[in-house]
């Protein structure tokens, strides 16, 4: 899909320019309750082996059975990432040994995935995009999880994970860049909590990035890639990109060449590693799992989970952008975190009055995300309520106070008055603003006349004017009409 070289994404070597290929393998948890071929339930956090069926447990003569929630979910996916649904897909067993595998293979899907190819569009900045093509979408187990630091002399082993429902989401080779990779797995990140189909928590393992890398001159074709596991924050998919990059271009510079093989990325390192070579598909004996039949599903189960799907952040930013008149940037901002863009939306409209978008918009994006920001919590979070933000933006529309006011007021419904009414806390504490132009120009004789000197300097070098509003401002509390200190100024001044 990126046909195009950008300069900026190239990586200057001994011998000239490269270009880095990246793909990503996105593992990422499929929010249900149970889990995909047993009830057992998925609650992340429970005692070990509290969560696990006899069929998780891999008891001889235990039979898988669908969860259809997990089905839908995926379908649900697949359509928010406009792919293409395959009615009848197939489940396959994939053989590999692992202490925290019990079955001794992976319930997977091999040649005939539940989705098929599909697009997303990757926001490189709020007004710069570019489309990331999706390989396939597979349903898949998952494992579960070895613990060697528990005994000096014993490993242990929680199977609560073993059997949760995975998407494994393929990408095409598309991205040239860390900052295209990191771009990607934020908006499908994005994608998927707007589709309620991964909780996307890094930090619990939800969503995990396998990140395929090679390296080519401009023009060549694709190089040998090495596929970095299982790498588990954004920050680290790209230092791992850039690291990997680096090192194959070393091996190839040096006349070497690249052994395909998995390799880890460790951050404290700041290194990839070798795991293991690189096995291809039949080493894992795929076929199909005879207990589980075919996996078909009809038209209408498709087109009712489609009419029932969330507005999605790219169709929410372009009626942001037409219903609100908002720029791009703003948009772009605004619908990045679902609950954000909600929050905006019940602001502009409170209590049934709407309000100027892009005034709205101003405050969410800037004093109101720095705020939340500073306390580690999204917007919606921040004790600071829609009713709160209109009441703002209402004072300033109907100029009782100025903008300036407005974010002292906002400082005191931080710190000391958590649920107050911006217009009761203009009233009580006197921040009305003074439009009464006798009461400025009071102000402006008075200090006219106490500093001549200043005044004639205005008159020679009219942008001491700002001096001046600054001293009237001072004098009035900062509560003066700033347009009509302006007005008064310039005339008494003679500028
Ligand atoms: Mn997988």
Redesign the pocket.
């Known amino acids: 899909m990126t046909t195009h070289i950008k300069p900026q994404n190239l990586v200057k070597g001994a011998t000239g320019d490269w270009e880095v290929i990246v793909g990503l393998?996105i593992?990422a948890q499929v929010t249900s309750r149970s889990k995909l071929f047993s009830g057992a339930s998925t609650t992340f956090g429970s005692e070990p082996n509290s969560n696990v069926s006899l069929v998780d447990a891999a008891m001889p003569g235990m039979l898988p059975v669908i969860n259809e929630e997990c089905v839908a979910q995926a379908v649900r996916t697949g359509l928010g990432l406009h792919a293409k649904i395959n009615k009848r897909s197939v489940f396959d067993r994939k053989n590999y040994f692992y202490p925290d595998l019990p079955q001794g293979y992976q319930i997977?899907q091999y040649k005939d995935p539940i989705v098929g190819e599909g697009v997303v569009t990757v926001d490189l900045t709020p007004t710069e995009q570019i489309e990331v093509g999706i390989e396939r979408l597979h349903l898949?187990q998952d494992a579960g999880k070895s613990l060697h630091d528990q005994s000096a002399t014993d490993s242990f082993v929680d199977l609560n994970r073993s059997g949760v429902a995975?998407m494994?989401i393929v990408s095409k080779p598309d991205m040239r860049s860390a900052d295209e990779a990191k771009a990607y797995v934020t908006k499908l990140r994005t994608i998927l909590r707007y589709l309620g189909t991964c909780d996307g928590n890094m930090e619990q393992g939800s969503l995990r990035a396998d990140v395929n890398v090679s390296v080519r001159k401009p023009g060549d074709a694709l190089g040998t890639r090495c596929e970095i596991k299982n790498v588990n924050s954004i920050r680290f998919i790209g230092q791992a990109i850039d690291v990997e990059a680096r090192r194959q271009i070393g091996i190839l510079e040096d006349g070497g060449k690249i052994d395909q093989e998995t390799r880890l990325f460790d951050p404290s390192r700041g290194e990839t590693r070798s795991m293991r070579s690189k096995e291809e598909a039949h080493d894992y004996r795929y076929f199909p799992d005879p207990d589980l039949l075919p996996l078909e599903f009809t038209q209408d189960f498709v087109d009712g989970l489609k009419a029932a799907l969330p507005e999605l952040p790219d169709a929410k930013k372009a009626r942001f952008m037409a219903a609100y008149g908002l720029p791009p940037y703003d948009a772009g901002v605004l619908v990045a975190d679902k609950e954000t863009a909600d929050f905006f939306e019940a602001c502009v409209a409170y209590g049934g009055t709407k309000r100027d978008a892009k005034i709205v918009a101003n405050w969410v994006n800037g004093d109101i995300a720095a705020f939340a920001n500073s306390q580690g919590v999204s917007v919606p979070q921040a004790h600071i309520t829609p009713a709160q933000i209109a009441g703002l933006v209402d004072l300033i529309a109907d100029g009782t106070i100025s903008g300036k006011i407005a974010k002292d007021v906002l400082a005191i419904l931080i710190s000391e008055e958590r649920d107050g009414d911006p217009r009761t806390i203009v009233e009580t504490r006197g921040l009305k603003q003074v439009t009464d132009t006798g009461a400025i120009e009071a102000a402006v004789d008075a200090i006219i006349a106490a500093n001549p000197e200043k005044v004639e300097q205005a008159k020679a070098k009219p942008s001491m004017l700002g001096w001046f509003v600054g001293q009237v401002m001072k004098q009035t509390g900062g509560r003066a009409n700033p347009q009509g200190v302006n007005d008064i100024l310039k005339r008494k001044l003679g500028i």
Do not use: P
């Open positions: 393998e593992h997977s898949e995975l494994e």
